[in-house]
């Protein structure tokens, strides 16, 4: 497959972590360190404040702070992407609309995580934020940290009645739903893998790209995979992949990001630990992810 059409936002979407202080406060001179060198190393957009950015422990205030100084270090050389999403539609609305004063380009939502509505409320939470903004938006679906799926079914709905919804974040790992919403969803429609490793198998059934972890570490070496598979050269973007796939499956050993933001210290690059309830990478993690960082060049 040769894909014909660029996707709205671009094909790698770094999901950036959240430094902190030593003080676990938010360092956002460091922020917009990090957002400048995600540009610079290729990101086509970046997402603020996703489940990578500990979006659970960064509370509104913080989070305002962090799509400003984000927008302001990207300089509208790359779209921002707000995350905005949370389990309650109405403070969802409200804060959509104080983060979009900001300069951010489009929203991310999640799937409503904890109160586990039916299929129907779903439709209605992501329609009544659609209905309440003209920003694009992209859904979330990742049903290990929400503990609901939404069905392909139900994406498609709001991708045929909701022109502002515009793509979606697919972390479900089922392939069969994936392709579902490939084949059915309007042509400008957008799925993205919400796995790294997961990134060329989406692809190779229509999907535009990534939205990314590894990304952080590794933009340009992520954008050269998902720009070769976009090509159709896919001999040449299975062995690229091939050569990153320790690290992206490394990253996970425990939650993310504590492992991608040692990855970060490791190359020289530090944000900080991460806020309670996570804690840091213990010294045999970190030996670990030091190791594979080596084995595929990451880390001399």
Same mark, same amino acid.
Do not use: W, Y
């Given at each position: 497959m040769e894909f014909k059409r660029d996707p709205r936002f671009g094909r790698m979407i770094p999901a950036m972590v959240t430094p902190f202080n030593a003080d676990l406060e938010l360092d956002l001179a460091r922020a917009e360190e990090l957002a400048d060198r995600l540009v610079v190393g290729g990101s086509d957009a970046i997402i603020v404040n996703g489940t990578t950015? #500990?979006?659970?422990?960064?509370?509104y205030p913080q989070k305002l702070e962090l799509f400003r100084a984000v927008v302001r270090a990207v300089r509208g *050389? $790359?779209?921002v992407i707000a995350n905005v999403g949370d389990n309650c539609t109405a403070d969802t609305v409200h804060f959509a609309q104080d983060a979009g004063k900001l300069g951010v380009s489009g929203f991310m939502c999640v799937v409503p995580y904890y109160?586990? @509505? @039916?299929?129907e409320g779903l439709y209605r939470h992501f329609k009544t934020i659609a209905d309440s903004t003209d920003m694009p938006i992209i859904l979330y679906n990742i049903p290990?940290?929400?503990?609901? !799926?939404? #069905?392909? &079914?139900?994406?498609?709905?709001?991708?045929? &009645?909701?022109? !502002? $919804?515009?793509?979606?974040?697919e972390a479900s790992g089922n392939m069969e739903q994936i392709k579902h919403i490939i084949d059915n969803a309007p042509a400008d429609f957008d799925v993205y893998s919400g796995d790294d490793s997961a990134t060329l198998d989406i692809m190779a059934?229509?999907?535009?790209?990534v939205i990314s972890t590894i990304g952080n570490v590794a933009p340009d070496r992520m954008k050269a995979i998902v720009d070769l598979a976009a090509r159709g050269e896919w001999d040449e973007a299975k062995a690229a992949n091939e050569a990153l796939l320790p690290l992206m499956t490394g990253l996970f050993e425990t939650s993310n990001p504590i492992l991608v933001k040692e990855a970060? *210290?490791? $190359?020289g690059f530090p944000v900080g630990g991460v806020r309670l309830p996570l804690v840091d990478a213990t010294p045999e993690q970190s030996a670990r992810l030091a190791s594979i960082m080596r084995e595929v060049g990451v880390l001399d």
């Open positions: 950015g #500990e979006s659970p422990t960064v509370f *050389r $790359i779209p109160n586990k @509505p @039916p299929q290990g940290r929400c503990s609901i !799926n939404m #069905e392909a &079914d139900t994406t498609l709905r709001l991708a045929h &009645d909701c022109d !502002n $919804i515009v793509a979606i974040k059934l229509g999907g535009v790209g970060l *210290r490791l $190359i």
